[in-house]
């Protein structure tokens, strides 16, 4: 792959019609990139040589890919959500900790943290008019640090997660099938690719990041538009972190940390703008599955947390570069 | 810069509208000042003293956030953004615990010397990245974060090391005549002889101009890739010296030292009147509202205040005062 990329520059003919290619359909080099990860997986670990480790990975993969879908929305306004792992974090360890009253209210009180902080996100940057980076930052480290004094408050033990929240980050239905993915990913993958090609919110999302002036000019609503978005990315995080928590079975306040900066990639990877306006949620849920099996090749490597850290940010730079060849400044060229 | 500005502005000689304008582009500048002044009035109250200790701790305190401050500055004005700067100064930090703890005075010298240049070559070739990668900053500085983090495990996977040179620690944590605290006196003489002639240099003006519109530079015959990767490379040497800051108040090396400064650094560009869009604002600001964030942690300590209470406070006052600058913002539009 790294030595196509300098060639692109004189392109024979047939090189540049595959490169239109991939400049008209992403998701070929995506799955191609994907697959050749995950055959890489299989061959170094045996283990992975069963359909049942495909299960896995895409229950793990899930995590990553909800809290991806808020950031990906948040992107294509031209923004970005850096309070993702917070809010996440907050959702698992409030919920955990309110465990006692039963699951269906500890998840709504998960819920209604991210639905305030994505509405406080929204009021500042959609009405305010403040740079979506400083406010979710300020947002996100004003949650991390009650989060903190919340969780140094509590003298009632561990908390501990409940029963069917454990069960959905952990659970398959008969064998293959995992029960984040069937009744959470899935419908919410549809929701967002269907909506943002087919919905009145959807299209005013990818237009106020494309140009707010004009989308303002042609009467949206843009600060709703934001709200909403915000809103909306918030409340994936927190339900992304309740079933983080779910998975691990046991929460605590840096549980979704590592979550941010991956969210982030994985968008990118699947092709999303930060200038906005540009990309989809498709190849986000390819980004979170690269990234998801690209960490499992690590741990399978037996590699240390030194050496994954240093594969992992090389690898993120080397796919984002290839991208953007083969995209031929899809990503919004910055040269 | 202003600060230059503001010695010459306040004499008769200049002219009544470059004052009136001086003070309507510093107006930011200016008012995060006045609230230094007026938070270490809140520490003499909180306090009931003043005196050349509290200034020397508050330098100590902030000395590294302020260098962190000044190379986000740097990026943020050509319309970039470096989200490895607290990772590049955990490396930072951990090489330098590593070099110095067996150094004599003038060894520790030469090694920092060593350290700002190979980070500053590092920072060359982020800009260098991102110019012929076409990826966007933020990604690009995302990756090498990770990268800079796992070779700062590397390098000390637990913490260790140290300072032997105390004449080399005083650089940060002493005193002139018992009074001025070096490490301020660092800060002006870094400002002065690094920042001014490279913001007086045609590169200085290159930068604001791809920072303000990067196709109009472009036409008007800026080197855009030159621009960017000198910034990148400046903006890196500030970053050494802040890593170079912290292992100097700390003593100790520790790969994970420097997980917030990411984030306070583009905090304190922001609340220091840099434009995240580029082009628009200074260092000076963004060095005062460092000491700002300092100075608000060390009077939330002397109340007793819980610390991650005051990781709380501190993000309000950044949402409010954000919020604020919206509302100014929409006022003059309107």
């Known amino acids: 792959m790294s030595t196509s990329a300098p060639a692109i520059e004189q392109l024979p003919p047939r090189l540049q019609q595959l490169q239109r290619r991939f400049t008209d359909q992403p998701l070929y080099a995506l799955t191609a990139i994907l697959v050749i990860l995950f055959v890489i997986l299989a061959s170094v670990s045996p283990g992975y040589r069963s359909l049942h480790s495909v299960s896995s990975t895409v229950q793990l993969a899930a995590i990553l890919g909800i809290i991806a879908a808020g950031q990906t929305i948040v992107l294509l306004t031209a923004g970005v959500d850096l309070s993702v792992a917070s809010v996440a974090?907050?959702?698992?360890?409030?919920?955990?900790?309110?465990?006692?009253?039963?699951?269906?209210?500890a998840v709504l009180i998960g819920l209604a943290i991210g639905l305030v902080a994505g509405l406080v996100n929204g009021i500042g940057v959609g009405i305010f008019g403040v740079q979506p980076l400083i406010m979710t930052?300020?947002?996100?480290?004003i949650v991390e640090g009650m989060l903190v004094v919340y969780s140094q408050a509590q003298s009632n033990g561990a908390p501990l997660v409940p029963g069917p929240v454990h069960q959905?980050?952990?659970?398959?239905?008969?064998?293959?099938?995992?029960?984040?993915?069937?009744?959470?990913?899935?419908?919410?993958?549809a929701i967002l690719i269907l909506g943002l090609k087919y919905s009145g919110l959807g299209r005013a999302i990818i237009a106020v990041g494309d140009n707010p002036v004009a989308c303002r000019l042609a009467g949206v609503r843009t600060w709703q538009v934001l709200l909403a978005t915000y809103a909306i990315s918030s409340i994936l995080s927190a339900t992304a972190g309740m079933i983080l928590g779910g998975y691990e079975n046991a929460v605590d306040p840096q549980l979704a940390t590592t979550y941010l900066l991956l969210s982030v990639a994985a968008a990118v990877i699947g092709g999303t703008s930060v200038f906005g306006g540009l990309g989809g949620y498709a190849g986000t849920i390819f980004g979170a599955l690269i990234l998801t099996v690209l960490d499992a090749l690590l741990t399978v490597m037996n590699a240390s947390q030194a050496t994954r850290l240093m594969l992992y940010g090389a690898i993120i730079l080397l796919l984002a570069w290839i991208y953007a060849r083969l995209a031929g400044g899809g990503l919004g060229s910055t040269g | 810069m202003s600060s230059v500005a503001a010695?010459?502005?306040?004499?008769?000689?200049?002219p009544a509208s470059t004052r009136r304008r001086f003070l309507r582009r510093n107006t930011w500048t200016l008012a995060i000042y006045g609230?230094?002044?007026?938070?270490?009035?809140?520490?003499?109250?909180?306090?009931?003293?003043?005196?050349a200790f509290d200034f020397e701790n508050l330098v100590i305190y902030s000395l590294p956030l302020a260098f962190a401050a000044m190379g986000q500055a740097?990026?943020?004005?050509?319309?970039?953004?470096?989200?490895?700067?607290?990772?590049m100064m955990a490396l930072v930090n951990v090489v330098a615990a590593t070099w110095l703890a067996t150094a004599s005075f003038q060894q520790s010298i030469l090694y920092a010397l060593v350290i700002i240049v190979g980070v500053a070559a590092l920072g060359a070739l982020t800009g260098l990245v991102i110019t012929v990668s076409r990826v966007p900053d933020i990604i690009v500085t995302l990756a090498t974060g990770f990268i800079w983090s796992g070779v700062a495990l590397r390098v000390l996977p637990s913490p260790g090391g140290g300072v032997q040179s105390v004449d080399f620690s005083n650089l940060v944590n002493g005193e002139?005549?018992?009074v001025i605290p070096e490490g301020a006196l660092v800060l002006a003489v870094i400002i002065l002889v690094v920042w001014l002639p490279f913001y007086r240099s045609k590169m200085g003006l290159s930068v604001y101009a791809?920072?303000?519109?990067?196709?109009?530079a472009f036409l008007s015959g800026v080197n855009v890739a030159r621009t960017r990767i000198a910034a990148y490379a400046l903006g890196g040497a500030f970053v050494a010296m802040a890593g170079l800051a912290l292992t100097a108040a700390t003593s100790t090396g520790d790969p994970n030292s420097a997980a917030n400064y990411t984030l306070n650094s583009v905090a304190s560009v922001v609340l220091g009147g840099v434009s995240l869009a580029g082009g628009r604002g200074g260092l000076l600001g963004p060095v005062a509202a460092a000491f700002v964030l300092g100075l608000i942690g060390i009077i939330l300590g002397f109340m007793q205040v819980d610390p991650n209470w005051a990781l709380v406070i501190q993000g309000v006052i950044v949402v409010l005062v954000m919020l604020f600058a919206g509302v100014l913002t929409l006022r003059r539009q309107q």
């Open chain 2, 7 to 14: 010695a010459t502005g306040a004499t008769s000689f200049i």
């Open chain 2, 35 to 51: 609230v230094f002044l007026a938070l270490l009035l809140v520490e003499k109250i909180v306090h009931s003293s003043l005196g």
């Open chain 1, 168 to 189: 959905l980050g952990t659970g398959t239905l008969g064998t293959y099938i995992p029960l984040d993915v069937l009744f959470v990913w899935l419908p919410i993958s």
């Open chain 2, 74 to 87: 740097t990026v943020v004005l050509i319309g970039g953004i470096d989200l490895s700067i607290g990772p």
């Open chain 2, 176 to 178: 002139l005549w018992g």
């Open chain 2, 210 to 216: 791809l920072g303000s519109n990067r196709t109009a």
């Open chain 1, 137 to 141: 930052l300020g947002v996100g480290s």
């Open chain 1, 89 to 105: 974090s907050a959702a698992a360890y409030v919920m955990a900790q309110n465990g006692g009253h039963g699951a269906v209210w």
